[in-house]
């Protein structure tokens, strides 16, 4: 069973720069045909798609966050990880990590606030 773990912290202030790992058990990110990419749900609002990285490495971002968004990945360690630069409190939601092949497997997601 692919199981995937989001992890970082839960605060973040305004002008910093959001950095999550996503760590994938069960199932590595380099099998082909694979992608692995991060989704978030900001308080009252539906799921927004931020981006991915496939199993080769090719990176696919969301035109209204590719300025600010960089996604990179450790295959040694079985992980990929999101940045997202110059965050406002607008930035604040649940960071879920998602990926696989033909089935889609999912983080628990985790809370980030940003705040000063």
């Known amino acids: 069973q692919v199981q995937l773990q989001e992890s970082g912290p839960g605060l973040v202030k305004p002008s910093q720069t959001l950095s999550l790992t996503c760590t994938v058990s069960?199932?590595?990110?380099?099998?082909?045909?694979?992608?692995w990419g991060w989704v978030r749900q900001p308080p009252g609002k539906g799921l927004e798609w931020m981006g991915a990285?496939?199993?080769?490495?090719?990176?696919y971002y969301s035109p209204s966050l590719k300025s600010r968004t960089s996604i990179s990945r450790d295959t040694s360690k079985n992980q990929f990880s999101l940045q997202l630069r110059s965050v406002t409190p607008e930035d604040s939601a649940v960071y879920y990590c998602?990926?696989?092949?033909?089935?889609?497997?999912w983080g628990k997601g985790t809370l980030v606030t940003v705040s000063s």
């Open positions: 990285i496939s199993w080769e490495g090719t990176n």
């Open positions: 998602a990926g696989g092949g033909g089935e889609i497997y």
């Open positions: 069960g199932g590595s990110i380099a099998t082909r045909n694979t992608y």
